[in-house]
């Protein structure tokens, strides 16, 4: 097992192996989350689902000694992002090289928190980059991130926060960093995961809370004509929590915050 730790406060650097499949191939998982003075916010939940996508690409990962590291680099931080990646390790050339010998490689960074991205409401501009429902890649969070990127950088570029991402059959998927969810009065639809959604552990939290606070809660489809009748949108992901959007593309929303479940989500961070 390598492991490897940076806290970017200061900026630090490391050796790193050349030959790790994780550079070459993006052959890996990753899982950011959020730490606050009481800790890492669902931190088991993170760990669960690191383990499942690492499990997923057959990347026998050691879940003692991902916890070990989550605690020693965690310690004494506050306010942060901490970001986990694993993969197969180094290996040859060939896609297959390696792959049932190389002990993998476990990284740990610590970033500053942007608290002023919580609960802000942002805009989401269409991409014509889609999810496929089938691929790994849409069920676990890999570091075969490039879809994502371009989708996020097009938008940023047309003057958006992030990206509204359909799936191959044109309905709803996700946005390129976080989960989408509608509004229709006490109703709430989010994309299920067949859909192209990926699993995020906000999403999770968020269908938990959302009935307990009233809320008829459904995972299913939203086509884009169901979105421009919403309500209200908002997107979901570990480092922005919850925020509504005010538009997408030309559509403006409805941007009050869903209290109750802000006030639900405070009193759980707070352990």
């Known amino acids: 097992m390598i492991i490897l730790r940076q806290a970017a406060m200061p900026e630090t650097t490391q050796a790193f192996d050349l030959s790790d499949r994780g550079l070459l191939l993006a052959d890996g998982v990753f899982d950011t989350s959020l730490v606050s003075k009481s800790g890492v916010f669902l931190r088991d939940a993170h760990l669960n689902r690191l383990m499942r996508d690492a499990a997923a690409l057959d990347i026998n990962c050691d879940r003692r000694a991902l916890e070990e590291l989550v605690d020693e680099i965690v310690d004494g931080v506050t306010a942060g992002v901490l970001r986990l990646t694993v993969t197969r390790g180094p290996g040859g050339r060939g896609l297959a090289a390696g792959a049932a010998v190389a002990p993998p490689t476990l990284m740990a960074r610590i970033d500053r928190l942007d608290v002023d991205r919580q609960f802000c409401p942002i805009s989401l501009g269409s991409t014509e980059i889609t999810r496929n429902p089938d691929s790994l890649t849409a069920q676990h969070k890999t570091l075969a991130y490039t879809d994502n990127i371009m989708a996020a950088r097009g938008a940023a570029q047309a003057g958006h926060d992030d990206a509204l991402m359909l799936n191959t059959q044109g309905r709803v998927a996700c946005a390129a960093s976080a989960n989408v969810f509608a509004r229709f009065g006490s109703r709430i639809v989010t994309p299920s995961t067949s859909e ?76």
């Open 196 to 271: 192209g959604a990926l699993g995020g552990i906000m999403r999770a939290w968020l269908l938990d809370a959302l009935p307990k606070a009233g809320f008829d809660t459904v995972e299913g489809a939203i086509s884009v004509a169901d979105l421009a009748t919403a309500d209200q949108v908002f997107i979901t992901n570990s480092l922005r929590l919850i925020s509504p959007l005010f538009r997408i593309n030309e559509k403006l929303y409805d941007t009050e915050p869903l209290q109750v479940i802000v006030d639900r989500l405070s009193v759980a961070m707070a352990g």
